[in-house]
């Protein structure tokens, strides 16, 4: 299938997984997980009507930036980020998804004020406690909101996470309640809306459960662009 259609595929899916929860499927993003895809297939992507893409890897932001691949749509920064390449990242998108440590807070807010802006991030929360993986643990969410203050270069506007790989359909719904109620959390401490708009949770293989638990913003990559040919990163 094109990528047109697999968008249009996974439209009518969340669609149809929105009306099932009650929920306007207007209200969910679909982002377009771009790595390892080229910049004539992200504008592809764009042409079909993802509502925005989002780049795992700083060279890869870099590379497409410069062809205009984006071009449409806003970009997200959805991969691991080291301090040491903030500077390519902020303000190059739109929305800093995968903040997963104080450290990478003040090297952002830094960064920002250095260039004048304020840089919109989402929280990243280690929802299931994997050693393997970054991010802030659930119970470290609301402490660090009211911490928020001292970074005014940079404006929270809710989470994301990857939660463990799934075995079977379903087995992520505890993960994504978790999500949705510590969203719910932090509205209630901080009366704003705002800072929980948006709660990026779901991939290619969950991104229905992630809906049905309230996801605002699901991640896609191998459903849209097809399977990534990992071999090509040894090739030189």
Same mark, same amino acid.
């Given at each position: 299938?094109?990528?047109? !259609?697999?968008?249009?595929r996974?439209?009518?899916? %969340?669609?149809?997984?929105?009306?099932?929860?009650?929920?306007d #499927?207007?209200?969910?993003? =679909?982002?377009a997980?771009?790595? %390892?895809?080229?910049?004539?297939?992200?504008? !592809?992507?764009?042409?079909? @009507?993802?509502?925005c893409? @989002? *780049?795992?890897?700083?060279? !890869?932001l870099t590379?497409k930036?410069?062809?205009n691949?984006?071009? @449409?749509?806003?970009v997200?920064?959805?991969g691991?980020?080291?301090t040491?390449?903030?500077?390519?990242?902020?303000?190059k998108?739109?929305?800093?998804?995968?903040?997963?440590?104080e450290?990478?807070?003040?090297a952002?807010?830094?960064?920002?004020?250095?260039?004048?802006i304020?840089?919109?991030?989402? =929280?990243?929360?280690?929802?299931?406690?994997? *050693?393997? /993986?970054?991010?802030?643990?659930?119970?470290?969410?609301?402490?660090?909101?009211?911490? =928020? #203050? *001292?970074y #005014?270069n940079?404006?929270?506007? @809710?989470?994301?996470?990857? #939660?463990?790989i799934?075995?079977?359909?379903?087995?992520?719904?505890?993960?994504?309640?978790?999500m949705?109620?510590?969203?719910?959390?932090?509205?209630?401490?901080? *009366?704003?809306?705002?800072?929980? /708009?948006?709660?990026? %949770?779901?991939?290619?293989?969950?991104?229905?459960?992630?809906?049905?638990c309230?996801s605002?913003?699901?991640?896609?990559?191998?459903a849209?662009f097809?399977?990534?040919?990992?071999?090509?990163?040894?090739?030189?």
């Open positions: 299938m094109s990528i047109k !259609e697999n968008v249009a996974i439209r009518k899916e %969340m669609e149809a997984a929105a009306i099932a929860a009650g929920r #499927p207007k209200e969910i993003l =679909l982002c997980a771009t790595k %390892m895809n080229d910049a004539a297939a992200v504008r !592809e992507a764009i042409a079909a @009507g993802v509502d893409c @989002g *780049e795992n890897k700083v060279q !890869e590379a930036l410069a062809e691949a984006y071009e @449409g749509a806003p997200h920064f959805i691991h980020l080291q040491n390449k903030v500077k390519f990242v902020v303000g998108v739109d929305l800093i998804q995968s903040v997963d440590s450290r990478l807070l003040t952002i807010d830094k960064e920002a004020k250095k260039q004048g304020i840089q919109d991030i989402l =929280l990243e929360v280690n929802i299931g406690g994997e *050693e393997s /993986k970054s991010g802030f643990r659930p119970d470290d969410i609301l402490p660090l909101v009211d911490k =928020l #203050p *001292e #005014p940079i404006r929270v506007k @809710g989470l994301m996470t990857i #939660p463990p799934s075995q079977k359909n379903g087995d992520n719904v505890k993960f994504f309640q978790k949705c109620n510590i969203s719910v959390d932090i509205i209630a401490k901080k *009366e704003d809306n705002d800072m929980a /708009k948006y709660l990026s %949770m779901g991939m290619s293989d969950d991104f229905t459960d992630a809906i049905a309230g605002t913003m699901i991640r896609v990559g191998t849209i097809g399977a990534r040919d990992y071999t090509k990163l040894h090739q030189t």
